[in-house]
């Protein structure tokens, strides 16, 4: 072999070995839960133990410890480097053995670490590493209660990193070793200030050069910068850097450049580490009055809070996963998210860069404070250690500290007032700590707590703490009237003229299932949805002092306490928990995108009953200023108000295919149209059935069946006599949002009429059979959740109830008691044959308490 070649080998493998390697360990760790050690099963990182059972199990989903166990193989190389494990997040107490020695501890689910297992490694042979999970409720680590899960495990990648004796700093890296900070930027000049840390674990004094080389955003080196150090052994040495950029490539929603430093740590030529981090330069204002500024330009913030979690996975979610999230969000025509309630995946804050996002992260102390100095302890923990690993992002231009933190106390009807005082005090003193914390890491960017309707945060003076407040308003569904909202806007304007606002959450809950042209608050329906926030940003639109708004949720996401319209899931997603998108997702994007988009309404809403001489109405989304809808060989052209055409069209029976044209851009959907006054002569082909007591259509996605709107009888037709509209809760349209047992479509079940008088069908002649659909909804009402707001509002329970079902005046039930046959908040069903020698009439006579149907069915037979 020519020597030259020798040498080059000898060279190139001396750099492999003293250059820092990173590789994820995700795949095959033997994973137990330490209730049933004996049990293990291979599982791949990311792992959640709880991808399932809060579906199944609600509240008493598995919260205790998980334990991992791997046996790695150490090259004899690694006695030279220094070897690392990486988290980037696992929930919620995770406890570190290397050969059994303990390595470390970790509290707090939503942030990474990083464990230095060099001195328990032995080289050459194979090393037991064993991680334990404790995922128990832990009154001293954030959250302490909130409306998601908390699903356990190492949800996010593990990486295993080997470096050089002589490395950057990364025993502290999770908390941040490499910052880039842009104190001042304008569109001359940027000022950059690089800080690093370089450990020297080599066992004598080493003379280093450390080099900061910065790239523009199309990948030119445009500035090397260099320092020649000497650092002795066991001793960290600050490098810093500052460079100004003249007339900067500035980061925006609209061009989100992004520029790149590397570092490098030399020593006599040879590269001994290296680490690359982008960043971006940009500048931005929170006015109370004229509201966000990015770069010297208005820019109203919209967009929406996002969760980590994704229906079958839990948190447990691939990259990808996150990627087509925060692209989604993008393609809706957002600029804004936040990262609600707690610093989300790395990868997040990469996408937000990439794609132009304004960020607001924040970190998960909500609802509740401990009063205990560990508590206030793990949340400036866990602040600090998002700030330090967000750092470097252009994007995140919010840290959040808290959410709703009186929202238990207000609601706790049980705490003396010696005990309140307590816990506003610790409450108010964690927020000026965190406050302080905050400002004290990054006094560059603006801190930012989220609160909800109520005049605590003001009185307490908690509102007075951060640079910008952000409100959760649910006016127009927690709390009446939509225009409530912009009332309350205006009255906290004029009260705190200094105060920077923005919308943090809004949004009502809607399920695809449901579906109305005419909705009602609390209706889960994807059209009342609409109205809300059309509503809602409009009244922000018109409010230049409101910094912008943050739609809740972007996607339905789990909560293991809720009773929705769907049960664990909280369905104020403007897409759903699978990502299928909900109408609502395409209306923002009418009102936001600024390429040219047309989308007919209603991809759940296939099916239009309608009276004799009513028209079917179509809702054609776009932001042009008028559509075309072609349909059954017409056409009619409508203007554009809000984003939103509607066509009122008289269509004949049957499929119609609907074709809406703006700019030149076509969307087609086909809808089938049935007439309500002839569904009782074609029973013979279709099942007739009702969704009692409600104005809301609904579909059963497993048989396609679709439940219709209830009606009032009338001769020759169909429709209940007498009764009322069941409510839980006064004010409150939808029956009842509780788990009907023994069924997956709770919310035909959980509508109803009360002290309904009779079913009548006019129908012809024959044999059928009627199908009752029924659920006791009364149950002990202080189950009901913290975030139905009304709760006073409860209407006195009315007890049980008993009645008899009489067909065409024959006792076919007699002292039906739901809730002692069935159980209560459970659904059951009875089907009767009947032969009718023309027209069926259900009776319904209450012995005791009021009588009370879901849902009928007739079928001819
Ligand atoms: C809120 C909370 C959020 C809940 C939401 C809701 O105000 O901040 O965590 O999920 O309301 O849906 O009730």
Redesign the pocket.
Known sequence: MPGFVFLVLLISVTQTFSQRTEKTINSAWEFTTAEDSEKTHKVNIPHTWNAEDPFRDGKEYFREKGIYRKTIFAPEEWQEQQVFLKFEGSNQVTTLFVNNTLIGEHRGGYTGFVFDITSALLPGTENKIRIEVDNSHNPDIPPLD???NFYGGIYRDLWLITTNEVHFEMANEAAGNFLIKTPEVSAENARIEIETRVVNQSGERKRLTVEAEIFDPQGNSVQTLRRNIGVNSEETAEVNFEEDLKNPQLWSPSSPDLYEVEIRIMANEQQLDVQNSKFGLRWFEADPETGFTLNGKPLKLIGANRHQDFEGLGNALPNELHYRDYKMIKEMGANFIRT??YPQDPEVYRICDELGLVVWSEIPVINDVTDSAAYHEVSLQMQREQILQFFNHPSVILWGYM??IFIRLVFNNEVTEAEKEAKIKTSVELAEKLERETKKMDPDRLSVM?L?ENELYNTSGIANLPDVIGW?L?FGWYSPGLESFGKFLDEQHQKYPNRPLIIS?YGPGADVRNQTIDPKPWDYSEAYQLKLHRSYLNQVQERDFIMGMAA?NFADFG?SFRQDAMPYI?Q?GLINFDRNTKDIYHYYQARLLEEPMVYIAGKNYQERYVQDGEKVEITVFSNAPEVVLKAAGGKITSEVTEGIAIFRLSLPEGETLLTATADSLSHSREITVFRRENLLSSIEKKQLLVNVGTHIQYKDPVTSQVWIADQEYREGSFGYIGGERYQKVLNKFLGTASDIQGTENDPLFQTMREGIEAYKFDAESGKYRVTLLFAEPEFNASEENI?NLSTSEKQEITGLRSFDIKINGKVVSEDLNLARDYGRIRAAEISYIVNSDGGITVEFEANSGKSIVSGIKLEKL
């Open positions: 909130a409306d998601f609600a309630h959410n709703e989220a909800h959760n649910y959450e809740w909560s909280n104020k975030y």
